[in-house]
């Protein structure tokens, strides 16, 4: 066996499959380079290292299951001024992941509060964090089906150990009293040891109406906004907008 398959073997065997593909550009720049066997070395690892991040980072975009991607640079904050820039980007650097604060975007459909809370998953994510997104109703037929496999327990424990939970559409479709219950039981096992992230075209005063409890409703209100940052979205539907402009841009104009 050649010394480069050995090379090749044994790189393989202790799972280092960047420095597998590298070594030989490296080892002939480290040559032409005059570099020492440390310096070499060095490169080896930081190559190894940068891909292991990159596919760790992969895996947890993965996991977290957005339905799409978005980032904070495809967002047109000009089209909704309600939403404060300044605190978008400062949610950006993830610093309230940190200290365990929930984020509540309340607006109007259409004007972007799932594609802001996708975008800060996605940098959860980029920033090592372990995200899940959920619907609202999505989450909660999780959790019933998990209760009737008798497994809900196990299902709790897992989801409490994210350290984001990304939950859409809270208010679109009224809970029934057994998924409102679930609901709160999770959030109220998050207070205070992991950050939500939800979307919610309700204001606070009416999240009775799709919880139907205003007992139940009260104690998850005091328990999310606790430590909360909110988000305005007023004004038209962003994706409404978008769509007309599109219909023009594709209209031929005619002489007259």
């Given at each position: ?5 050995l090379?090749r ?8 499959p ?13 040559a032409e380079?005059?570099q020492?066997?440390?310096e070499?070395l060095?490169?080896?690892l930081?190559?190894?290292s940068v891909?292991r991040d990159?596919?760790m ?5 993965t ?5 799409y991607?978005?980032?904070?640079d495809?967002f047109?904050?000009?089209?909704i001024?309600?939403?404060s820039?300044a ?6 650097k993830?610093d ?11 607006g109007?459909?259409g ?5 802001t809370?996708?975008?800060l998953?996605?940098?959860a994510c ?5 995200v ?16 009737e496999?008798h497994?809900l327990?196990?299902r709790?424990?897992q ?5 984001l939970?990304?939950?859409?559409e ?7 009293p057994?998924?409102a219950?679930?609901l ?5 096992e ?7 992230v ?8 009416r999240?009775?109406e799709?919880?139907?409890d205003?007992?139940?409703t009260?104690a ?5 906004t606790h ?6 979205f ?6 409404f907008?978008?769509s007309l402009?599109?219909?023009e841009?594709a ?6």
């Amino acid at each position: 066996m050649s010394k480069d398959m050995l090379i090749r073997h044994h790189l393989k065997r202790l799972r280092l499959p960047a420095m597998a593909q590298g070594y030989q550009k490296l080892a002939q720049e480290a040559a032409e380079g005059n570099q020492s066997y440390d310096e070499y070395l060095l490169k080896l690892l930081e190559l190894e290292s940068v891909q292991r991040d990159e596919n760790m980072q992969k895996r947890r975009i993965t996991q977290a299951r957005f339905p799409y991607l978005r980032t904070l640079d495809q967002f047109d904050f000009s089209a909704i001024p309600s939403v404060s820039k300044a605190l978008v980007l400062q949610l950006a650097k993830g610093d309230y992941l940190a200290r365990k604060e929930n984020v509540v975007l309340i607006g109007n459909m259409g004007t972007g509060k799932t594609h802001t809370a996708i975008a800060l998953g996605l940098l959860a994510c980029r920033q090592g964090r372990k995200v899940r997104f959920y619907t609202a109703t999505g989450l909660i037929n999780d959790l019933l089906e998990a209760q009737e496999q008798h497994s809900l327990g196990r299902r709790l424990s897992q989801l409490q150990k994210l350290d984001l939970l990304v939950l859409d559409e809270v208010g679109f479709v009224p809970f029934t009293p057994e998924g409102a219950r679930l609901l709160f039981q999770l959030c109220a096992e998050r207070y205070l040891r992991g950050s939500l992230v939800i979307t919610t075209n309700l204001e606070f005063a009416r999240w009775g109406e799709v919880f139907g409890d205003e007992r139940l409703t009260g104690a998850l209100l005091d328990r999310l906004t606790h430590h909360c940052h909110i988000l305005e979205f007023n004004g038209d539907s962003y994706r409404f907008k978008e769509s007309l402009r599109e219909k023009e841009a594709a209209t031929p104009l005619r002489g007259g």
